[in-house]
């Protein structure tokens, strides 16, 4: 699928024209800013695992069933973490464009 939009007169990178768009709302930086966010998500959740892995190490001290039952337990959360936060920003990312192409159809849409 191609994209149809234009870019505006004066290039896409100047400075103007960022700046531009953070005060006008005409194109919305979210989706730049979900991914962002999905790998700050990432590292917290791998942060999350590996603090759990050593607590459940520490734990296989006192009693090895529960070191195994945690680690076992911190390695399916962390797959579950990590494909629920996946999907969730997916779901962020859809909204965008679903947003772009509702735009998009107004665009097209002849003048009333």
């Not at 194109?27 to 966010?37: P, Q, R």
């Not at 006192?62 to 399916?76: E, H, N, R």
């Amino acid at each position: 699928m191609t994209d149809i939009r234009q870019e505006p007169p004066g290039g896409g990178g100047a400075p103007n024209n960022v700046f531009s768009r953070l005060l006008t709302f005409d194109k919305l930086i979210g989706s730049a800013l979900v991914k962002v966010v999905y790998y700050i998500g990432l590292v917290a959740i791998g942060l999350w695992v590996l603090v759990a892995l050593v607590g459940s190490l520490g734990a296989a001290a006192y009693s090895p069933g529960a070191g195994i039952g945690g680690l076992l337990l911190t390695i399916v959360g962390g797959l579950f973490a990590i494909v629920f936060w996946r999907f969730s920003c997916e779901l962020w990312l859809i909204i965008f464009q679903i947003h772009d192409r509702i735009g998009e159809v107004r665009d097209r849409l002849p003048p009333r």
